[in-house]
């Protein structure tokens, strides 16, 4: 009941929002996120009273055609592994289970220290555009068309989040955007890695171990308990990373795809995303 699954998402844009109206009672709604060539689907909800009315059917088709108009070429999301109901009516719209998804926390420890690192909320806004041009040049590395600025911009501009890069000589070599507080779906006390990839290619973790401890440290200065990070099994190396560092799974579900395949790079090794 702490997490917040609408807010960001509605202030980043409102026309990826959608509801379901009964005369004048609201009962049921549908998002979604662009993040350029990806889309992400949900959340989506209906109202206990309307459930098994295809109420859900009607909110689903208004978002993945929004996305479409938007750019998106690859639509995901995350769902619960074992509803052989959810699982059906997605596939209904040509998206497939594919990998394991672990959603993993950690307790923040307050005494990590990180190199370099830059964070969004830090930059002076004459330089801002061009650490989102940066990180635009990475994220298309680890999928074409990949575009993460407008969720760095919001996040930070409506008090959910921010964001930190880490550098190598003039290229960002890594970054992570995290969401957290009362506008943001990680709940109390907790820091959401939204999303955080590092270059691809990269032959050791040591820039993703960088980048985790980068996002610990903007935990701890936020006076955050744990951090939270959403790994797929489809990036063994990522996953077996964040176990090595201590994180535990609290949950597991499935990424749907649309068409099923892939949504990044193969050569991108160490990257976290949250499609809830």
């Not at 909800?45 to 690859?74: C, F, K, M, Q, Y």
Request: charged share 20%; with cysteine.
């Amino acid at each position: 009941m702490d997490r917040d699954f609408v807010t960001g998402r509605w202030v980043t844009d409102p026309s990826l929002a959608f509801g379901a109206w009964i005369e004048d009672r609201l009962v049921g709604s549908s998002l979604g996120t662009s993040w350029g060539s990806l889309g992400v689907f949900g959340p989506i909800s209906t109202h206990p009273d309307t459930w098994n009315r295809g109420i859900a059917r009607l909110l689903i088709p208004p978002v993945l055609e929004r996305l479409n108009a938007l750019g998106a070429r690859h639509l995901a999301f995350f769902t619960i592994a074992e509803s052989t109901k959810h699982i059906a009516l997605y596939q209904r719209f040509g998206f497939w289970p594919r990998f394991l998804t672990a959603i993993m926390t950690r307790p923040v420890d307050p005494n990590e220290t990180v190199g370099e690192s830059v964070r969004y909320s830090a930059i002076a806004d004459a330089d801002q555009v061009n650490w989102l041009n940066a990180c635009r040049v990475l994220t298309t590395e680890v999928r074409d068309g990949l575009d993460l600025t407008t969720e760095i911009c919001s996040a930070h501009t409506h008090g959910h989040g921010d964001s930190v890069f880490l550098t190598d000589g003039s290229r960002v070599e890594a970054v992570a955007l995290c969401e957290y507080g009362p506008k943001s779906p990680a709940g109390a006390g907790s820091c959401l890695i939204r999303f955080a990839a590092a270059h691809p290619g990269s032959d050791t973790e040591r820039p993703f171990d960088r980048l985790l401890t980068a996002c610990e440290t903007l935990a701890a200065d936020q006076g955050l308990k744990q951090i939270v990070a959403c790994v797929n099994a489809s990036r063994p190396k990522a996953y077996r990373h964040l176990l090595a560092l201590g994180f535990r799974a609290q949950r597991n579900g499935v990424t749907m795809h649309r068409p099923n395949e892939d949504a990044y790079n193969q050569t991108a090794a160490f990257v976290l995303d949250d499609l809830r």
